[in-house]
T-cell receptor
Framework: GNSVTQMEGPVTLSEEAFLTINCTYT??????LFWYVQYPGEGLQLLLK?????DKGSNKGFEATYRKETTSFHLEKGSVQVSDSAVYFC???????????FGAGTRLAVHP | DAMVIQNPRYQVTQFGKPVTLSCSQT?????MYWYQQKSSQAPKLLFH???????NEADTPDNFQSRRPNTSFCFLDIRSPGLGDAAMYLC?????????????????FGPGTRLTVT
């Protein structure tokens, strides 16, 4: 069935370190892919998205590339900041159906 | 700014006492969703409205109901809250499919209402 597998957290990094959070999905067809971020006590914010194979989504220094051959959508950032500390959710939407399928979330803690 | 608004941000209710959570949107989106997010878990879809058409997820308990009186507003009613219903409740909206395709639009989330059951 449809599912998203994310790297388990928490991920703890020092400021300016490189970040990778792995995400793979199991779905029918080629769904749109998303990364959402949730800051403490807040709702979800769309961080970036990609709607077709080889698309690269990017925002606020974060990037992720839609890899059809490996069914992956790994999130990367070259230099994290303390303000990036949050929970990151990988998700996809199946074509023709509006249900978002989320991964379990990865908590990121960035220390000065 | 166009947005999704949830009120209240924090709600405390007693065990078994009905409670209503509110969501409004200025995006004029035709689809509205309610998600339940328990601590350290992913959001779980409870139901969604496509215009006035209500779509319940198969595993959503009967204790949860929803109303959508117009395009802008959607309510989540919990008829008899139990301790296990304590969670963050997230409202989201989206447009429908991109015209002529099966591609859905992304969902925009409100800030959530944190429900405590005492």
């Amino acid at each position: 069935g449809n599912s998203v597998t994310q790297m388990e957290g928490p991920v703890t990094l020092s400021e300016e370190a490189f970040l990778t959070i792995n995400c793979t999905y199991t779905a029918t067809g080629y769904p749109s892919l998303f990364w959402y971020v949730q800051y403490p006590g807040e709702g979800l914010q769309l961080l970036l998205k990609a709607t077709k194979a080889d698309d690269k989504g990017s925002n606020k220094g974060f990037e992720a590339t839609y890899r059809k051959e490996t069914t992956s959508f790994h999130l990367e950032k070259g230099s994290v900041q303390v303000s990036d500390s949050a929970v990151y959710f990988c998700a996809f939407l199946s074509g023709g159906y509006n249900k978002l399928i989320f991964g379990a979330g990865t908590r990121l803690a960035v220390h000065p | 700014d166009a947005m999704v608004i949830q009120n209240p941000r924090y709600q405390v209710t007693q065990f078994g006492k009905p409670v209503t959570l509110s969501c409004s949107q200025t995006l004029n989106h035709n689809v509205m969703y309610w998600y339940q997010q328990k601590s350290s878990q992913a959001p779980k879809l409870l139901f969604h409205y496509y215009d006035k058409d209500f779509n319940n997820e198969a595993d959503t308990p009967d204790n949860f109901q929803s109303r959508r009186p117009n395009t802008s507003f959607c309510f989540l009613d919990i008829r008899s809250p139990g301790l296990g219903d304590a969670a963050m409740y997230l409202c989201a909206t989206s447009r429908d499919l991109v015209a002529g395709t099966w591609d859905p639009y992304e969902q925009y989330f409100g800030p959530g209402t944190r429900l405590t059951v005492t």
